[in-house]
């Protein structure tokens, strides 16, 4: 008998601790940090020499080029698309504002999201190629990169390079 008590005192002394340390306005709330997924690319001009090939030997970036960023749901519905532009080095940085997941495993951008060139301002480099599979989609990696600060954090997927050809390249070139 002496043993329920001492437990039902115990929870009771309990139960009160908690609504105490639960009450006190004094204790400053931290603000919630921002997690960002990002996909970085760059996209180039691939060299006539190694048309049908993934090689980027001398391959030239493409500023002002166009990809875009597919992520589809684990169901096959697209739940985020945008289009990018790169910058004067044919990188693209791109934050996918908006994007959601709604099964944490299935709709991970490793597996939902891809990357693809749409357009190139080089009529004379306007023509997709197929490097890093760039025509269904280049698959996202993980590189280990992520960007800090005190109240954001950046998760950086990369697509790899995604390329353009010239429309004069004869197809002796394999």
């Excluded at 519905?77 to 959601?100: M, Q, R």
Aim: proline fraction near 6%.
């Amino acid at each position: 008998m002496a043993g329920r008590h001492f437990s039902s005192l115990s929870l009771l002394l309990l139960l009160v601790a908690f609504s105490y340390t639960q009450a006190t306005p004094d204790v400053p709330k931290t603000a919630e940090k921002k997690i960002e997924v990002v996909v970085e690319a760059t996209v180039y001009c691939q060299s006539c020499d190694h048309f049908g090939t993934w090689s980027m030997i001398g391959a030239k970036p493409i500023p002002s080029a166009k990809v875009s960023v597919t992520c589809k749901s684990y169901n096959g519905h697209v739940s985020y698309y945008k289009v990018f532009e790169t910058d004067k080095n044919g990188y693209v940085y791109a934050p996918l504002e908006g994007f959601k997941m709604q099964h944490y495993v299935l709709d991970h951008p490793l597996h939902a999201c891809y990357v693809k060139p749409v357009w190139s301002p080089l009529e004379s480099c306007s023509l997709l190629s197929n490097v890093n599979y760039g025509m269904n989609g280049a698959p996202l990696r993980y590189e280990k990169k992520r960007l800090h600060g005190s109240k954001y954090e950046a998760v950086i997927y990369a697509a790899g390079p995604l390329a353009f050809r010239p429309s004069e390249c004869s197809q002796t070139h394999y």
